[in-house]
C-alpha cells in the first residue's frame, strides 16, 4: 500500500512534480503513465527513500518514506530506471551481496528461487559484465525481488527486453501483483493497458488522469469513431447510418468518406458493414479513429504546450 | 556491524580484480624491496665501518611514505565510482545506513592495505636473520604501529574526498592535494612561528609518525591525532553521502 499526499519535489528552480496526490493498493498493478521528464522517475526515487520530498508525505506500508526511512526501504523492492549493477561480479555474487545487505537468512536458496522466476538460473555463475541488456533488466529485477517485498516499485521494467521477454516479464509483474503492491512506470501505452489494473497519467508532475484502463477509455472519449471509405452514394448512406440505434455524429468528410461514433460498448460495426453491402455499395475501407488510449493520453499530455527545457 | 562487513567484504575481494589495486601492490612492495635491498648492500659493503646496522626503520620509513601514493590510488574509486556507476541508488534504497556503507568501504581498502603490510613482514624478518643480535622488535612493533594508524588515517581521508566526487580522477588529485598539504605544508609554519608552534606541530602528520612512532615511542597523543584524522574522514564521506540526497 503505497499513499501519496501532496508530494512535491523542486530541483533548484525547477518544480518535477507538483503536489500529488494518489494511492497504490495491495493487490493491484498501479501504472505510472507519462512522457519523458514528467516525473515519474522523481516520485520512485522519493517513495523509494533515493531523495526526500521539498513538500508533502507519502506512507508506504504506513511508514513515512523520511522518518522511517529504512523501515520503508526494507519493505521496498525497487529496479530503477538505469539497471545499478556491478559488471565485474557474477550474478551470484551480485545477489548474495543484495540479500546480506537485507540479512536474508538462507540467501542461497532464495537467489536459487529468484533466478528461476526471471529465468536466469543458467546464468548465475556468469559475469554481469557479459549479460545482454535484457538479461542484465533481469537481474535488477531479481535483485528487487529478492527479499519478496510488500512493495515492488519498477522504473521501466520493460524497457530494453525483446518481444518473447516483455511478455515473460509481464507475466511475472502480473502474477506479483496479485499479492503484493506493484507500482510501474512505462511510457508505453500498450504496455499499461494490458498490464495495469489503475493507470495514472501523470504530466509536467502532476496527475492529469487516473482510472482504470476501461474506465478511461470510455470516461474520457465516451465513444468509438469509425471512418468508412465506401464507393456510391454516401450521402443515402450517412442518413441511413444515423438512424441506427447507438450511432451519432455522422458527417461525411469526403467524396467517399464518412464518419460516425458509437457508444462504447455498443459494436454497432457489423450492422454497418452488412448495411452498405445491402445498399449495393462498395465498402473499401472501415476502421476505428482516434479515441484510443493513446489519443486520449495525447490530448491530455499535450494540452499545455510542452516547455522547451523537456 | 553487519552490513558494514558485507560491505567491506565485497571491497576486499574487488582489490584482487582491480588492476589499478596490483599495481599499487606491485609499486608499494617492489620499491620497499629495492630500499630495503639497496640498505643490506650498504650494510655488507660498510661491515668494517662504524655504521651501525639498519633496523626496522629501512621498512617502515618508506612505508610511510608511499602510502601518499598508494592511499589516494585505492580510495578514489570507493564511493565515486558508485555514483557514477548508478549503484549509489542501489546502496541508498537498500536498508543500509550512510555511516555502514562509508565505513564498510574504508573498512574493505584498510583490510587490503593491512594485507599488503603483512606481506612486507618479510623483510624485517630477513633482517633479523642476518643480522646479530637480530632487529629490535619493539623498535619494529612501534613502526608498523604507526604506519597502520597512518594508513587508517590516510583512507579515511580519501574515502571522505570520494564521497565528495562522481569523477575518480578528481577524487585522486583532491585526496593527493590534502595529504601533501597534511604531510608537509601544516607543519611548516611551527619552523618559523616565534609563538605557537606546538599547535602546528601537533597537526603535522609526518611528524607524528618520524619522530615518535618510527622511533619506538608510542605516544598517546599520536594515537588520538590519527583516529581524529580518521574518524573526521569518515564523517565527511556520511555527510557528503547525506547531502547527496539532499540535493
Not at chain 1, 74 to 87: A, I, K, M
Not at chain 2, 81 to 88: A, N, S, Y
Request: glycine residues 8%; charged residues 20%; aromatic residues 8%.
Amino acid at each position: 500500500m503505497i499513499e501519496v499526499s501532496n508530494l512535491t519535489k523542486d530541483y533548484g528552480a525547477r518544480r518535477a512534480i507538483d503536489g500529488l496526490n494518489f494511492e497504490a493498493r495491495q493487490g493491484e498493478i498501479t501504472g505510472f503513465l507519462g512522457p519523458n521528464g514528467a516525473g515519474k522517475t522523481t516520485t520512485m526515487r522519493i517513495l523509494t527513500g533515493y531523495m526526500p520530498p521539498s513538500d508533502g508525505a507519502a506512507t508506504i506500508a504506513g511508514y513515512d518514506v523520511v522518518r522511517d526511512s529504512l523501515e520503508v526501504r526494507r519493505r521496498v523492492g525497487y529496479l530503477p530506471e538505469t539497471v545499478p549493477l556491478y559488471t565485474e561480479m557474477t550474478v551470484f555474487d551480485y545477489l548474495k551481496f543484495m540479500a546480506d545487505l537485507r540479512r536474508l537468512p538462507e540467501a542461497e536458496d532464495i537467489i536459487e528461487e529468484t533466478l528461476e522466476m526471471v529465468g536466469l538460473l543458467d546464468r548465475a555463475g556468469g559475469y554481469i559484465g557479459n549479460l545482454s541488456k535484457g538479461m542484465r533488466q533481469r537481474v535488477g529485477l531479481a535483485q528487487a525481488l529478492l527479499h519478496r517485498p510488500e512493495v515492488l516499485i519498477l522504473d521501466e521494467p520493460t524497457i530494453g527486453l525483446d518481444p518473447a521477454q516483455i511478455i515473460e516479464v509481464r507475466n511475472l509483474i502480473r502474477e506479483i501483483g496479485k499479492e503484493r503492491t506493484v507500482l510501474l512506470s512505462t511510457h508505453i501505452l500498450s504496455e499499461a493497458q494490458q498490464l495495469c489494473d489503475r493507470i495514472l497519467i501523470i504530466n509536467k508532475g502532476k496527475i492529469v488522469a487516473e482510472d482504470t484502463p476501461q474506465n478511461l477509455q470510455s470516461n474520457l472519449s465516451g465513444a468509438q469513431r469509425v471512418q468508412l471509405t465506401v464507393r456510391g452514394d454516401t450521402a443515402k448512406l450517412a442518413e441511413k447510418i444515423g438512424k441506427v440505434d447507438g450511432v451519432e455524429n455522422v458527417i461525411l468528410s469526403g467524396e467517399e468518406q464518412l464518419e460516425f461514433q458509437y457508444a462504447a460498448g455498443k459494436d454497432v460495426r457489423p450492422a454497418i458493414a452488412r448495411m452498405v453491402v445491402e445498399a449495393n455499395l462498395d465498402l473499401l475501407e472501415m476502421r476505428a479513429i482516434g479515441l484510443s488510449l493513446e489519443e486520449i493520453f495525447l490530448t491530455l499530455t499535450k494540452e499545455a504546450p510542452a516547455e522547451s527545457e523537456e | 556491524m553487519r552490513n558494514i562487513w558485507t560491505i567491506a567484504k565485497r571491497e576486499y575481494n574487488l582489490y584482487f580484480i582491480s588492476p589499478v589495486a596490483y599495481v599499487v601492490a606491485f609499486l608499494f612492495l617492489t620499491i620497499i624491496a629495492l630500499i630495503f635491498a639497496i640498505n643490506i648492500m650498504a650494510m655488507t659493503v660498510n661491515q668494517f665501518g662504524f655504521a651501525p646496522p639498519p633496523d626496522s626503520r629501512v621498512v617502515t620509513g618508506p612505508m610511510a611514505f608511499l602510502l601518499l601514493l598508494a592511499a589516494p590510488a585505492l580510495t578514489m574509486r570507493l564511493l565515486a565510482d558508485e555514483v557514477r556507476m548508478g549503484t549509489m541508488e542501489l546502496l541508498l534504497t537498500a536498508p543500509v545506513r550512510e555511516y555502514e556503507l562509508v565505513v564498510g568501504k574504508w573498512l574493505g581498502a584498510f583490510l587490503f592495505m593491512l594485507t599488503l603490510m603483512a606481506v612486507s613482514l618479510v623483510f624485517p624478518f630477513i633482517l633479523n636473520q642476518i643480522t646479530d643480535p637480530g632487529i629490535d622488535q619493539m623498535l619494529m612493533m612501534s613502526g608498523y604501529l604507526g604506519v597502520i594508524l597512518l594508513t587508517a588515517a590516510f583512507l579515511a581521508i580519501g574515502v571522505g574526498i570520494s564521497a565528495l566526487f562522481s569523477n575518480q580522477v578528481a577524487a585522486f588529485f583532491t585526496t593527493m592535494v590534502i595529504f601533501v598539504i597534511l604531510w608537509w605544508l601544516v607543519g611548516a609554519p611551527a619552523n618559523v612561528l616565534p609563538g605557537g608552534s606546538d599547535v602546528f606541530r601537533y597537526l603535522d602528520m609526518s611528524g607524528h609518525f618520524y619522530q615518535s612512532f618510527n622511533e619506538g615511542r608510542i605516544t598517546l597523543s599520536g594515537i588520538a591525532y590519527y583516529l581524529s584524522l580518521t574518524a573526521l574522514g569518515l564523517l565527511i564521506g556520511t555527510t557528503a553521502i547525506e547531502t547527496r540526497r539532499w540535493r
